[in-house]
């Protein structure tokens, strides 16, 4: 699994890793390890839809997370739709009408940042099982401090209960827009932007390291 180590002149990220190609039975699958955090992602599709849920003109994205221990609760539903938001932007959904994509990620270890590293491995599952996207995405959480304000990127567990915010963007690979935002906690616009300036910066290094784990990847093929 390649680590990358990151450039401290850059906003400061945990050590990140990821492997692709890790399940037999989806179409694309991948791993995705933010410091102690780690998803596994599957996608399944393009696929047959029920007809209750077909849409006539584009693909329908279902997106499941399964917690570690125990069922999903809202917390879990709230990133699903978060999710499903950042791929719908990204997929070429009219290329494949009336058929569903369905995109599972199941969490190994939490310890902060979840929602990003979701949005990560479900990047790099997309990219795995080869479907046509406009544009890559990654996530970015920033938290902020109670006392000093100050912020944090790629929080743990720990630095997200003493944050006084917490903000996580999806981010694209082209113009580095804001795809999505997932908020919680008290912050000024001052602050957003901060927020969403840093994590523009930040996705550049995992971009950086999409292309490097393709690039490895297919070198081991040849």
Not at 29 to 44: C, E, K, M, N
Not at 76 to 99: D, G, I, K, N, Y
Not at 107 to 130: R, T, Y
């Amino acid at each position: 699994m390649p680590i990358m180590e990151l450039d401290q002149s850059c906003p400061v990220l945990r050590e990140y890793g990821s492997e692709q190609s890790l399940l037999s039975r989806p179409d694309g699958s991948s791993t995705f390890v933010q410091g102690d955090s780690s998803i596994l992602a599957g996608v399944y599709g393009p696929a047959e839809v029920k007809v209750s849920k077909e849409i006539y003109d584009r693909a329908t994205v279902e997106v499941l997370i399964q917690p570690k221990i125990g069922l999903p609760s809202v917390r879990e539903r709230a990133r699903e739709q978060c999710v499903r938001e950042a791929c719908e932007a990204a997929l070429l959904l009219t290329l494949h009408p009336r058929s569903s994509l369905t995109l599972i990620l199941q969490v190994i270890c939490d310890d902060g940042s979840l929602l990003s590293c979701c949005l990560n491995a479900a990047c790099m599952a997309l990219m795995d099982a080869g479907l046509p996207m406009s544009y890559l995405f990654c996530g970015v959480t920033c938290a902020i401090t109670k006392e000093e304000g100050q912020i944090i990127t790629d929080p743990t567990a720990r630095q997200e209960k003493e944050s006084r915010a917490l903000l996580t963007f999806a981010i694209d690979s082209v113009e580095r827009n804001v795809l999505m935002s997932s908020t919680t906690g008290s912050f000024s616009v001052k602050e957003l932007q901060q927020c969403i300036a840093i994590s523009q910066k930040a996705s550049e290094q995992i971009f950086q390291f999409y292309r490097d784990s393709v690039k490895r990847r297919y070198s081991k093929i040849k």
